[in-house]
Protein backbone atom coordinates (compact mmCIF):
# COMPACT_ATOMS: atom_id res chain seq x y z
CA UNK A 1 0.00 0.00 0.00
CA UNK A 2 1.33 3.14 -0.58
CA UNK A 3 1.61 6.24 2.08
CA UNK A 4 1.24 9.75 1.44
CA UNK A 5 4.40 11.36 3.21
CA UNK A 6 3.20 14.69 3.11
CA UNK A 7 -0.08 13.54 5.14
CA UNK A 8 0.85 12.57 8.47
CA UNK A 9 -1.70 10.63 10.11
CA UNK A 10 0.01 10.48 13.68
CA UNK A 11 2.83 12.93 14.57
CA UNK A 12 4.37 12.54 18.70
CA UNK A 13 6.50 14.94 19.73
CA UNK A 14 8.71 14.89 22.97
CA UNK A 15 6.48 12.30 24.25
CA UNK A 16 7.58 11.97 28.01
CA UNK A 17 5.31 9.92 30.37
CA UNK A 18 6.20 9.17 34.40
CA UNK A 19 5.02 7.22 36.74
CA UNK A 20 6.01 8.48 39.94
CA UNK A 21 9.58 8.76 39.78
CA UNK A 22 9.71 6.23 36.87
CA UNK A 23 10.39 7.36 33.99
CA UNK A 24 9.02 5.12 31.27
CA UNK A 25 8.71 7.29 27.71
CA UNK A 26 11.44 9.43 27.60
CA UNK A 27 10.96 12.34 24.48
CA UNK A 28 9.93 10.21 21.77
CA UNK A 29 9.09 11.69 18.25
CA UNK A 30 8.03 10.18 15.27
CA UNK A 31 5.62 11.00 12.59
CA UNK A 32 3.11 7.67 10.96
CA UNK A 33 1.83 8.42 6.92
CA UNK A 34 -1.43 8.34 6.33
CA UNK A 35 -2.55 4.72 5.27
CA UNK A 36 0.58 3.09 6.76
CA UNK A 37 0.88 -0.06 8.63
CA UNK A 38 3.47 0.74 11.62
CA UNK A 39 4.97 -1.95 13.92
CA UNK A 40 6.74 -1.28 17.25
CA UNK A 41 8.69 -3.40 18.91
CA UNK A 42 11.16 -3.82 21.91
CA UNK A 43 11.82 -5.41 24.86
CA UNK A 44 9.63 -6.80 26.98
CA UNK A 45 8.36 -3.96 29.86
CA UNK A 46 9.53 -1.57 27.97
CA UNK A 47 6.58 0.55 27.95
CA UNK A 48 4.90 -0.32 24.54
CA UNK A 49 1.31 -0.57 25.91
CA UNK A 50 2.07 2.64 28.03
CA UNK A 51 2.94 4.45 24.50
CA UNK A 52 -0.03 3.92 22.88
CA UNK A 53 -2.08 4.03 26.22
CA UNK A 54 -1.01 7.56 26.14
CA UNK A 55 -1.72 7.84 22.68
CA UNK A 56 -6.00 7.30 23.80
CA UNK A 57 -5.23 9.59 26.46
CA UNK A 58 -5.85 6.69 29.15
CA UNK A 59 -3.13 7.81 30.96
CA UNK A 60 -2.19 11.38 31.03
CA UNK A 61 1.20 12.58 29.64
CA UNK A 62 3.82 14.64 31.38
CA UNK A 63 5.11 16.33 28.34
CA UNK A 64 5.29 16.34 24.48
CA UNK A 65 2.21 16.44 21.77
CA UNK A 66 0.20 13.76 20.26
CA UNK A 67 -1.74 15.64 17.01
CA UNK A 68 -4.22 13.41 14.91
CA UNK A 69 -4.63 15.24 11.14
CA UNK A 70 -2.59 17.90 12.35
CA UNK A 71 -4.44 18.49 15.61
CA UNK A 72 -4.48 17.47 19.43
CA UNK A 73 -5.60 14.11 19.47
CA UNK A 74 -9.53 14.31 20.24
CA UNK A 75 -11.88 10.68 20.90
CA UNK A 76 -14.72 12.85 20.26
CA UNK A 77 -13.72 13.96 16.95
CA UNK A 78 -11.15 11.37 15.38
CA UNK A 79 -12.02 8.62 14.64
CA UNK A 80 -9.89 5.74 16.36
CA UNK A 81 -10.30 2.51 17.25
CA UNK A 82 -7.81 0.20 19.75
CA UNK A 83 -7.42 -3.47 19.64
CA UNK A 84 -6.53 -4.93 23.43
CA UNK A 85 -4.20 -7.48 24.19
CA UNK A 86 -7.87 -9.35 25.82
CA UNK A 87 -10.38 -10.85 23.65
CA UNK A 88 -13.11 -7.16 24.70
CA UNK A 89 -16.20 -8.87 23.24
CA UNK A 90 -19.71 -8.35 25.51
CA UNK A 91 -20.96 -11.50 26.57
CA UNK A 92 -24.79 -10.84 26.83
CA UNK A 93 -24.75 -9.42 22.93
CA UNK A 94 -24.54 -11.86 20.23
CA UNK A 95 -21.39 -11.12 17.52
CA UNK A 96 -23.68 -8.96 15.10
CA UNK A 97 -24.50 -6.81 17.90
CA UNK A 98 -21.01 -6.98 19.36
CA UNK A 99 -19.80 -5.87 15.83
CA UNK A 100 -22.94 -3.11 15.46
CA UNK A 101 -21.98 -1.85 19.45
CA UNK A 102 -19.62 0.92 18.27
CA UNK A 103 -21.90 2.21 15.50
CA UNK A 104 -24.56 2.67 17.18
CA UNK A 105 -22.22 4.28 20.18
CA UNK A 106 -22.06 6.69 17.25
CA UNK A 107 -25.66 6.72 16.39
CA UNK A 108 -25.04 6.00 12.55
CA UNK A 109 -28.47 5.08 11.33
CA UNK A 110 -29.65 1.73 10.96
CA UNK A 111 -29.83 1.02 7.68
CA UNK A 112 -25.75 2.18 7.85
CA UNK A 113 -25.42 -0.16 10.64
CA UNK A 114 -26.76 -3.02 8.90
CA UNK A 115 -24.57 -2.47 5.89
CA UNK A 116 -21.68 -2.18 7.93
CA UNK A 117 -21.84 -4.85 10.06
CA UNK A 118 -23.21 -7.04 6.93
CA UNK A 119 -20.06 -5.94 4.98
CA UNK A 120 -17.29 -6.03 8.29
CA UNK A 121 -18.95 -10.00 9.18
CA UNK A 122 -18.35 -11.11 5.78
CA UNK A 123 -14.60 -9.97 5.11
CA UNK A 124 -14.04 -11.98 8.36
CA UNK A 125 -15.68 -15.05 7.65
CA UNK A 126 -18.45 -15.23 10.40
CA UNK A 127 -21.52 -14.66 8.32
CA UNK A 128 -22.88 -17.90 9.15
CA UNK A 129 -22.74 -17.39 12.61
CA UNK A 130 -23.74 -13.62 13.58
CA UNK A 131 -26.46 -14.83 15.99
CA UNK A 132 -23.95 -16.51 17.61
CA UNK A 133 -22.78 -15.88 21.31
CA UNK A 134 -18.90 -15.20 22.97
CA UNK A 135 -19.05 -18.36 24.85
CA UNK A 136 -20.35 -20.42 21.80
CA UNK A 137 -16.97 -19.05 19.73
CA UNK A 138 -13.47 -19.99 19.49
CA UNK A 139 -10.48 -18.15 20.14
CA UNK A 140 -9.69 -16.94 16.97
CA UNK A 141 -13.25 -16.18 16.43
CA UNK A 142 -13.65 -14.05 18.99
CA UNK A 143 -10.42 -12.09 18.05
CA UNK A 144 -12.00 -11.51 14.38
CA UNK A 145 -15.18 -10.40 16.14
CA UNK A 146 -12.89 -7.95 17.62
CA UNK A 147 -10.97 -7.25 14.02
CA UNK A 148 -14.40 -6.71 12.47
CA UNK A 149 -15.79 -4.18 15.34
CA UNK A 150 -13.01 -2.16 14.87
CA UNK A 151 -12.94 -1.96 11.56
CA UNK A 152 -17.23 -1.20 10.96
CA UNK A 153 -16.22 2.38 12.38
CA UNK A 154 -14.06 2.90 9.57
CA UNK A 155 -11.73 3.80 11.53
CA UNK A 156 -8.63 6.73 10.38
CA UNK A 157 -6.22 5.50 12.87
CA UNK A 158 -6.45 1.49 14.71
CA UNK A 159 -4.16 1.15 17.23
CA UNK A 160 -3.51 -3.22 18.28
CA UNK A 161 -1.99 -3.63 21.52
CA UNK A 162 -0.59 -7.57 20.80
CA UNK A 163 -3.65 -8.38 19.25
CA UNK A 164 -2.81 -12.57 18.85
CA UNK A 165 -0.32 -13.33 21.44
CA UNK A 166 -2.61 -16.01 22.90
CA UNK A 167 -3.17 -17.76 19.81
CA UNK A 168 -1.57 -20.63 18.30
CA UNK A 169 0.98 -20.28 15.25
CA UNK A 170 -1.62 -21.51 13.08
CA UNK A 171 -4.05 -18.84 13.97
CA UNK A 172 -2.08 -16.50 14.52
CA UNK A 173 -0.91 -16.26 10.38
CA UNK A 174 -4.93 -16.45 9.47
CA UNK A 175 -5.92 -13.26 11.46
CA UNK A 176 -2.95 -11.66 10.31
CA UNK A 177 -3.89 -12.17 6.96
CA UNK A 178 -7.11 -11.03 7.49
CA UNK A 179 -6.24 -8.24 8.98
CA UNK A 180 -4.02 -7.25 5.61
CA UNK A 181 -6.87 -7.86 3.24
CA UNK A 182 -9.11 -5.27 5.67
CA UNK A 183 -5.96 -2.83 5.54
CA UNK A 184 -5.33 -2.90 2.15
CA UNK A 185 -9.02 -2.80 1.45
CA UNK A 186 -9.74 0.06 3.96
CA UNK A 187 -6.73 2.34 4.11
CA UNK A 188 -6.77 2.68 7.48
CA UNK A 189 -3.64 4.36 9.28
CA UNK A 190 -2.50 1.38 12.06
CA UNK A 191 -0.02 1.14 14.87
CA UNK A 192 0.62 -2.48 15.80
CA UNK A 193 2.31 -3.04 19.30
CA UNK A 194 4.18 -6.31 18.78
CA UNK A 195 6.74 -8.89 20.89
CA UNK A 196 6.98 -11.18 18.26
CA UNK A 197 9.68 -9.95 15.50
CA UNK A 198 8.60 -11.98 12.86
CA UNK A 199 5.09 -10.55 13.01
CA UNK A 200 6.38 -7.52 12.53
CA UNK A 201 8.35 -7.94 9.56
CA UNK A 202 5.29 -9.93 7.70
CA UNK A 203 2.66 -6.90 8.87
CA UNK A 204 4.57 -3.69 8.80
CA UNK A 205 5.33 -1.08 6.51
CA UNK A 206 7.68 0.39 8.79
CA UNK A 207 9.35 -1.03 12.28
CA UNK A 208 10.28 1.19 15.42
CA UNK A 209 12.61 -0.19 17.56
CA UNK A 210 12.59 0.79 21.10
CA UNK A 211 14.71 0.46 23.98
CA UNK A 212 14.47 -0.44 27.96
CA UNK A 213 13.28 1.89 30.10
CA UNK A 214 13.95 5.11 30.04
CA UNK A 215 12.38 3.97 26.63
CA UNK A 216 13.55 5.98 23.60
CA UNK A 217 13.29 5.15 20.16
CA UNK A 218 15.99 3.20 19.00
CA UNK A 219 15.78 3.54 15.06
CA UNK A 220 13.25 3.14 12.67
CA UNK A 221 13.20 0.73 9.72
CA UNK A 222 11.47 0.96 6.47
CA UNK A 223 10.37 -2.65 5.77
CA UNK A 224 10.62 -2.63 1.43
CA UNK A 225 9.65 -6.35 0.94
CA UNK A 226 6.79 -7.28 -1.35
CA UNK A 227 3.62 -8.12 -0.69
CA UNK A 228 2.80 -11.52 0.15
CA UNK A 229 5.53 -12.16 2.37
CA UNK A 230 6.79 -15.88 3.38
CA UNK A 231 8.98 -16.12 6.83
CA UNK A 232 11.46 -18.25 4.36
CA UNK A 233 12.22 -15.90 1.86
CA UNK A 234 16.15 -15.10 2.34
CA UNK A 235 15.29 -11.46 2.65
CA UNK A 236 12.37 -11.75 4.83
CA UNK A 237 15.02 -13.61 6.88
CA UNK A 238 17.78 -11.18 6.55
CA UNK A 239 15.17 -8.53 8.16
CA UNK A 240 14.21 -10.64 10.16
CA UNK A 241 17.36 -11.02 12.08
CA UNK A 242 18.24 -7.40 11.24
CA UNK A 243 15.96 -6.31 13.63
CA UNK A 244 16.38 -9.27 16.51
CA UNK A 245 19.96 -7.56 16.72
CA UNK A 246 18.63 -4.73 17.65
CA UNK A 247 16.73 -5.76 20.79
CA UNK A 248 18.42 -5.83 24.00
CA UNK A 249 16.05 -8.97 25.59
CA UNK A 250 17.54 -8.70 28.64
Known amino acids: MSTNEKTPKVAVSHLTKRFGDLLVLDDISFQVSTGEFLCIVGPTGCGK??????????YDIDSGEMLVDGE???LHKHNVSYIFQEYSTMP????EE??????RIKRLPEDVVRERVDEVIEMVGLSQFRTYY???LSASMLQRVVIARAFATKPGLLLM??????????????????LLKLWQKTGTTVIFITHNIEEAVYLSDKIMVLTNKPTKIKTTIDNPLPRPRKVTDPEFVELRNQVTDLIKWW
Open 49 to 58: TTFLNSLTKL
Open 72 to 74: PID
Open 92 to 95: WLNI
Open 98 to 103: NIAYGL
Open 134 to 136: PRQ
Open 161 to 178: DEPYGQLDLMLKYKLEDE
